[in-house]
């Protein structure tokens, strides 16, 4: 259970998201209809949205507003739910579910889903591009960083070697290396895009939110891997045990699950540390950082 600031930190940057989204996504009566009305079954269909809620709170620990980090917290969303339309299909992890709902596929079709998962992408650097929030050099910064994060060197990359390590036996410096660039990529750049928007940010501060961003994406998913192996995930609709049906190297199968909790617990304490010299606008990373390892979904 988080606690009361943070829940209310999260309530609130949930609500602004859904709102954009709602407003901002194309009409499901929209030409072509069943395309629109796809991209809004998989964009509205709630989670965590922990990614725009690392870019606002990022941004509260540099001084940058939630208007000027709008639309790269949508975007961000944007490309983390293409993702998950693409990694549900039958030739990635063939899901079912996804948040309790039919995935994309399954509500739709898979020419459906991947041309929604397509134009979600497309949509995230659109937003960017089109952001009156910033200057076209901050919008430039922001779209840039945000291709190299998801790109063949980022997510992309993570995804591939995920696929390829499939029945293979792992050591923790692969495992790690998949999982910086599938799940840390995109959370990295969550939190280094206030940067962005803050060219007068001070070098120092710039490391140090690189370096919790860094920790708190392998914290956040040695944490899913124990998640997946204790069957939690179950309660949001998620397959359990998808991981070792896939025969996919994990944390706790590679270092055991009281090992895997002591990495995760010592992860969010290194993410800790990096921000310590951060005043109390930092606090929502703090709070942020203990729930990585606190949540039971």
Sequence with gaps: MANKPLQQFLTACQTRIERAFDTRLPSSEQEPERLHQAMRH????????????LA????????????QIDAAACALELIHTYSLIHDDLPAMDDDDLRRGRPTCHKAFDEATAILAGDALQTLAFQWLATDSANSPDAR????????RASGSRGMIAGQALDLASEGQTLNREALETIHLHKTGALIQAS????????????????SAL??????????FQVQDDLLDVEGETAVLGKQSGQDAA?????????????????????LVAEAQRCISSFDGGADPLRWIADYIIARDY
Excluded: F
Aim: aromatic letters at 4%; glycine letters at 10%.
């Design 140 to 147: 430039l910064r922001m779209i840039e960083l945000l291709a």
């Design 210 to 219: 690189d370096g919790y961003a860094r920790a708190i994406g392998l914290a």
């Design 42 to 53: 998989a964009a509205l269909g709630g989670g965590k949205r922990l990614r725009p809620t």
């Design 246 to 266: 896939h025969q996919k190297a994990t944390y706790p199968s590679l270092l055991g699950l009281e090992a895997a909790r002591e990495e995760a617990a010592r």
């Design 191 to 206: 939190v280094n895009m206030a940067t962005l928007v803050r060219p007068d940010c001070p070098g120092e501060q710039a």
């Design 56 to 67: 606002y709170a990022a941004a509260s620990a540099v001084g940058v507003t939630r208007e």
